[in-house]
């Protein structure tokens, strides 16, 4: 084999070949394989051994917004992207990201920190104001901590420095999407919780729909409110109602049963106290008047208060201001809806009740109608109980058949709503097949007899006087006395029936 010489001219005699010709024999080294040339400008990141088949993308697969200014990092980003089964946006500016996310619905931003124009932590702030539920994770090659706390605190989920390494980029974005997946879930229960724990009016009934109406009149005005009607017939739910469709929706709404709470601290319960303001107050309390700034307090059993919290009250509707106990005066910045089962009037004479007082809180009156006066709402409100207890109980959708809603009519409900939802929950309790029977009713519901409806009989000359007398009076008889309802059914106002009766008294 012969090498190949080559003449390198005179050198040195320990260098130079014998005789000192010139010649040299070159040393044979090894051959390498080619270096790749370097940069210190941070490149795409290093996927390593990428040659496995990019995963299907599914139609549930999370969207990523990628966002960079170098094209060929942010093609490198998109294909890794893409091979982990995820869905890819691409976007090389921070006012391009903004437009696909406005027309998309993206999971994850991917997104660079220096960029020119808009840097990464404003398309941060836009983001999150435009989608509050999307994560976001900054890249950079310059990151400090600054940098870094910076991100954090204007909601970034992850900060990860380049020259990113592709299982750390895989890693944090599924994670991001974990962590918005899981908000978006824990926020459907809440509401679902939320639906569950707070009813809602339901009803088609005549009766009803009336009460409705004047509600939604009511609701965008500052009047008092008073809701009337007998015990369990949902007057709460009116109340709710009421400030579900005013301007007060936003705020909050707070209820005070006035009879479950002992008359010795009421009035510190409404109006709060000072620390030190009688024995045992070793600390400030905000009354329920102050819970309530912004939105609705609602006052149940308004006829329970006693004197000096009637006279109290009095003060917060004509002055719109009140005292807690020990303190200064101070503005009352609510709504007050009251509610009651006692006929008002009757307590007014009785000298139980201000007069001065009721006529502030019957500004507009309305009254729940009992369940025997809207017996065609009981399908509806069974079918709606069925949802809440079946779930409740973990049973499936039981079916109410024909003969189980026909004895539910036929009976009185002198417990009205509240009576019928106990007995809706005792039968999904107790039912053993996958349909409800007369048997799953208590014994004095299944064998109720069906009341006939009363008919009234005039012979021919009775005068039109003596006609709406007994009328009013067999409407009264039905109502137990309720003269509100009475009038509802009637079609004519509370203050023609009590005219109507005063006039025969006298």
């Not at 006035?258 to 107050?281: D, Q, V, Y």
């Amino acid at each position: 084999m012969l090498r190949r010489l080559a003449y390198t001219g005179p050198q040195k005699a320990m260098d130079a070949s014998p005789a000192g010709m010139g010649w040299t024999v070159p040393r044979v080294l090894p051959v390498l394989p080619p270096v790749e040339e370097t940069s210190n400008r941070p490149g795409p990141p290093q996927e390593g051994e990428d040659a496995a088949e990019p995963r299907p993308i599914q139609p549930d697969a999370t969207t990523v917004l990628v966002v960079d200014d170098d094209p060929s990092h942010l093609a490198s980003l998109s294909k890794i992207i893409v091979r982990e089964g995820m869905r890819a946006l691409t976007a090389d500016s921070a006012r391009a990201a903004l437009e696909l996310a406005r027309r998309h619905r993206v999971q994850v931003v991917v997104t660079d920190l220096m960029m020119p124009g808009t840097s990464g932590i404003e398309l941060l702030k836009a983001i999150k104001q435009l989608s509050p539920d999307t994560e976001v994770v900054v890249m950079t090659a310059y990151g400090t901590v600054e940098t870094a706390v910076q991100a954090m605190r204007e909601g970034a989920y992850d900060f990860i420095e380049k020259p990113l390494k592709r299982m750390t980029l895989v890693k944090s974005v599924r994670k991001a999407a974990e962590r918005g997946s899981l908000l978006a879930e824990n926020r459907t229960l809440r509401q679902e919780l939320k639906l569950l724990r707070r009813r809602e009016i339901v009803g088609n009934s005549h009766a009803l729909r009336r009460v409705l109406d004047v509600a939604l009149q009511a609701a965008p005005s500052v009047a008092t409110v008073l809701v009337l009607g007998e015990s369990g017939t949902g007057k709460e739910l009116i109340a709710r109602f009421i400030h579900d469709h005013s301007s007060r929706a936003d705020g909050p709404f707070v209820a005070v049963n006035c009879a479950a709470i002992p008359e010795t601290i009421l009035e510190a319960e409404l109006f709060g106290h000072e620390r030190g303001a009688f024995t045992g107050a070793v600390a400030r309390r905000e009354g329920r008047f102050a819970k309530a700034a912004g939105g609705t307090l609602f006052l149940d059993e308004i006829a329970e208060l006693s004197p000096s919290v009637q006279v109290k009250l009095l003060r917060v509707l004509q002055e719109g201001e009140y005292e807690p106990i020990g303190g200064d005066t101070r503005r009352a910045d609510v709504r007050i809806v009251a509610a009651t089962n006692r006929d008002i009037r009757v307590e007014v004479q009785a000298g139980r009740f201000r007069e001065d007082l009721f006529y502030r809180l019957n500004v507009i009156a309305v009254t729940a109608p009992p369940l025997r006066a809207r017996k065609e709402d009981v399908p509806l409100l069974v079918d709606a109980f069925l949802g809440v207890y079946c779930a409740k109980n973990g049973r499936p959708r039981l079916e109410a058949p024909r003969e189980f809603l026909q004895a539910l009519s036929d009976y009185d409900w002198p417990g009205n709503v509240r009576e019928l939802e106990n007995v809706i929950e005792r039968a999904v309790v107790l039912c053993r097949g996958a349909a409800l029977s007369v048997e799953d009713l208590p014994e004095h519901i299944a064998h109720a007899a069906s009341p006939s409806p009363a008919v009234l009989s005039f012979p021919v000359g009775t005068s039109l006087d003596e006609v709406e007398m007994r009328l009013i009076r067999t409407t009264l008889e039905h109502t137990r006395g309720d003269k509100s309802l009475a009038a509802q059914l009637l079609g004519i106002s509370t203050r023609t029936i009590y005219r109507k009766l005063g006039d025969t008294e006298e």
